[in-house]
């Protein structure tokens, strides 16, 4: 008598298992942090758990979002004005003769820039 799944068939085992020798060029990443000496790291703390108190203790402030600062943000990275289409000299026809990267700014193209394009600032020297 014939069971359902009786003629299932094993996938090929080479699919299942990547490369082994670059299996084992990935490595282990280890967490960023360092869990230090704090509440836990015993067994017995572990089990005997932290009280709230302790962890109010721990615990940092958010800063507030809405407070006044002073802090400028602008470093001179970003301009104010925005850059239109950066087309090459010969509107990328022909061969590549300079060795520098020079383009024209020709304008915003109606409003119909990329998130690449809109991203470009002028900034002043």
């Known amino acids: 008598m014939t069971q359902p799944g009786d003629d299932y068939e094993a996938p090929d085992q080479e699919a299942l298992v990547d490369d082994v020798d670059e299996m084992m060029d990935t490595g282990y990443s280890p967490p960023e942090s360092y869990r230090g000496e ?9 089990v005997e758990g932290e009280s ?4 109010l203790r721990q615990e940092e ?7 006044d600062t002073d802090e400028v943000l602008d470093d001179g990275e970003v301009g104010a004005a925005r850059a239109g289409r950066l087309v090459d000299p010969d ?3 022909g061969e590549d003769t300079e060795s520098d990267l020079i383009a024209e700014d020709v304008g915003i193209d ?3 820039a990329s998130a690449e394009e ?3 600032h ?3 020297d």
Not at 38 to 46: L, S
Not at 52 to 55: N, Y
Request: proline share 9%; no cysteine.
């Open 122 to 124: 002028i900034v002043e």
């Open 91 to 93: 509107a990328g026809f």
């Open 38 to 46: 704090g509440f836990g790291t015993t067994a017995d703390e572990a």
């Open 118 to 120: 809109a991203a470009v």
């Open 110 to 112: 109606g409003a119909g």
């Open 61 to 67: 402030p958010e800063p507030d979002p809405y407070a």
């Open 52 to 55: 709230l108190d302790e962890r």
